[in-house]
């Protein structure tokens, strides 16, 4: 078994203990409303909340990063492109060379 899946029915087993030791209506004052929740539920939804609110601090940062990398992506896709060609022009200029080098050596041997 995965060294995650252990870890997390090692959590999931701790939070079942946790519920049975701590099923007692506890007071929860917020605002105007008032109600009596399980300490453990309590603690749930309070962590639930938490996690919310700190991925949607991190979301711009992971969006920005995210857009920032798929733009560098698109941008090495066009400069590697753009190296596939230049490198087909100088393959054409070199057989050129050659071409016009043989031409020019069969010229001289000719005269």
Same mark, same amino acid.
């Given at each position: 078994?995965?060294?995650?899946?252990?870890?997390?029915?090692?959590? /999931? *087993?701790?939070?079942?203990?946790?519920?049975?030791?701590?099923?007692?209506? =506890?007071? =929860?004052?917020? *605002? %105007?409303? @008032?109600?009596?929740?399980?300490?453990?539920?309590?603690?749930?939804?309070?962590?639930?909340?938490?996690?919310? /609110? &700190? &991925?949607? %601090?991190? &979301?711009?940062?992971?969006?920005?990063?995210?857009?920032?990398?798929?733009?560098? @992506?698109?941008?090495?896709? @066009?400069?590697?492109?753009?190296?596939?060609?230049?490198?087909? /022009?100088?393959? /054409?200029?070199?057989?050129?060379?050659?071409?016009?080098?043989?031409? =020019?050596? &069969?010229?001289?041997?000719? =005269?």
């Amino acid at each position: 078994m995965s060294l995650r899946l252990i870890l997390s029915l090692a959590i /999931a *087993a701790l939070a079942v203990i946790f519920t049975l030791y701590n099923y007692e209506p =506890v007071p =929860v004052k917020f *605002a %105007v409303w @008032e109600f009596k929740s399980p300490l453990a539920l309590v603690i749930a939804l309070t962590l639930i909340l938490g996690a919310a /609110a &700190a &991925a949607l %601090v991190a &979301a711009p940062s992971a969006l920005r990063k995210s857009w920032k990398l798929s733009r560098e @992506e698109r941008h090495s896709a @066009e400069l590697n492109a753009r190296i596939a060609e230049l490198e087909q /022009a100088i393959a /054409a200029k070199d057989r050129r060379i050659r071409e016009l080098e043989a031409r =020019v050596g &069969a010229t001289a041997t000719s =005269v």
